[in-house]
C-alpha cells in the first residue's frame, strides 16, 4: 500500500470508478453517525448500493461509541473495530511524524528545520516526564491540538486539561483564520469570546 501525491490537475475520466472496482482504493466515511436519526436509514441504503456496486472495494466507516447500536452495519458484512488510546510508543511516533509533516510547510532554511527539530525533542521530553500531558494525548486529536500549541507557543504548554482546552480555543477562534488569511467572511467580525458563546450554544443545541 501506498499513498497518492498531491493530486493537481483533473483526474482522468471515470478514474474513480475504475479505482474503486479494482480493489485498488479504499472508501473512508467519517462519522456516520452525525446523520440525523430520521435520515439515517437513507445513508446506510447510499452505503449498501455503493459495496453492491464496487463489490472489491474496501471501506471504512467511523462512528462514536455507543452513538449507534451495537453491529449497526453488521447486515453488510462490517466487522466491528474499536479504537484504543495511544500507547507511549503511539504517541511518540505521531509527535515525529507531525514534525516531519510540519517541516513539509516550511521555506526550509537551516535554522527554521533545527528550531522544529528542537521543539520535537522538547514535546517528546514532556511527554516522558509529565504523565497528565501524556494521559491528555492518547487521541490522535488532542495529541495534534498539543503538538500545534507547543509550536506556537515555542515550547511553553499548559498542564492541566481545561487549560489546555482554553489554549486551543484560542489558537483556533482567534489566531487560525488570520493565519489563513481569512478575514471578515460574509462582512462579518467577531471576536475569539463571541466565537466561543456562539458555539457553546451550538453545542447545546446539538445535545
Not at 27 to 39: A, M, Y
Not at 53 to 66: A, E, G, K
Not at 110 to 122: H, I, P, R, T, Y
Request: proline residues 4%; glycine residues 6%; charged residues 30%.
Amino acid at each position: 500500500w501506498r499513498v497518492a501525491g498531491l493530486m493537481t490537475g483533473d483526474s482522468p475520466r471515470n478514474w474513480g470508478r475504475r479505482v474503486l472496482r479494482s480493489g485498488r482504493g479504499i472508501l473512508l466515511v467519517d462519522g456516520l453517525d452525525e446523520v440525523p436519526k430520521e435520515d439515517r436509514a437513507d445513508a446506510r441504503q447510499w452505503l449498501s448500493e455503493l459495496l453492491s456496486t464496487f463489490t472489491s472495494m474496501l471501506c471504512l466507516v467511523t462512528v462514536r461509541p455507543r452513538a449507534v447500536r451495537g453491529n449497526w452495519l453488521g447486515h453488510e458484512g462490517f466487522q466491528e473495530l474499536h479504537l484504543l488510546p495511544m500507547r507511549d510508543t503511539d504517541i511518540e511516533k505521531f509527535v515525529h511524524v507531525w514534525h516531519d509533516t510540519a517541516r513539509l510547510e516550511l521555506t526550509a532554511t537551516d535554522e527554521d528545520l533545527e528550531q522544529l527539530s528542537e521543539l520535537e525533542s522538547s514535546l517528546k521530553a514532556k511527554f516522558t516526564s509529565n504523565y497528565a500531558l501524556r494521559n491528555l494525548a492518547q487521541t490522535p486529536l488532542l495529541c495534534a491540538v498539543i503538538c500545534a500549541l507547543h509550536r506556537r507557543s515555542g515550547g511553553d504548554l499548559p498542564v492541566s486539561r481545561p487549560e489546555l482546552y482554553t489554549a486551543a480555543l484560542k489558537m483556533l477562534l482567534g489566531k487560525r483564520d488570520v493565519r489563513r488569511k481569512i478575514t471578515k467572511p460574509e462582512g462579518i467580525e467577531i471576536s475569539p469570546e463571541e466565537h466561543q458563546v456562539l458555539l457553546q450554544r451550538i453545542a447545546i443545541w446539538l445535545v
